[in-house]
Nanobody, 123 residues
Framework: VQLQASGGGLVQAGGSLRLSCASSGRTATMGWFRQAPGNKREFVAAIRFNGGSTFYADSVKGRFTVSTDNAKITMYLQMNSLEPEDTAVYYC????????????????????WGQGTLVTVSS
């Protein structure tokens, strides 16, 4: 499986961006992670293709929405009310099998990773 992330860019605080992650094959669970300069990579959101269950980090709840287009095998991350603290390289990840609810935030469980797309939020 190959993942291609896109949609990053420069936006002012309060603005919006939509990230896309196109997969070359079907997966069960996909997720978004991000890494800010000097920080460890952290979980942002995840979604199951079968059933559409979604999961979010507390820091983005109510502002970000993860979704999929099953026909295109593409995951999206709609990011609203962006803050300078959201500045990071955003990575998409995928696992062919289901990840249990309590473990979707664990990056080591994901088998495939995209190349990352940079989101910069100016104040």
């Amino acid at each position: 499986v190959q993942l291609q992330a896109s949609g990053g860019g420069l936006v002012q605080a309060g603005g919006s961006l939509r990230l896309s992650c196109a997969s070359s094959g079907r997966t069960a669970t996909m997720g978004w992670f991000r890494q800010a300069p000097g920080n460890k990579r952290e979980f942002v959101a995840a979604i199951r293709f079968n059933g559409g269950s979604t999961f979010y980090a507390d820091s983005v709840k109510g502002r970000f929405t993860v979704s999929t287009d099953n026909a295109k095998i593409t995951m999206y991350l709609q990011m609203n009310s962006l803050e300078p603290e959201d500045t990071a390289v955003y990575y998409c990840a995928a696992k062919l099998s289901r990840i249990i609810n309590t473990a979707v935030h664990l990056e080591y469980l994901y088998d495939y990773w995209g190349q990352g797309t940079l989101v910069t939020v100016s104040s």
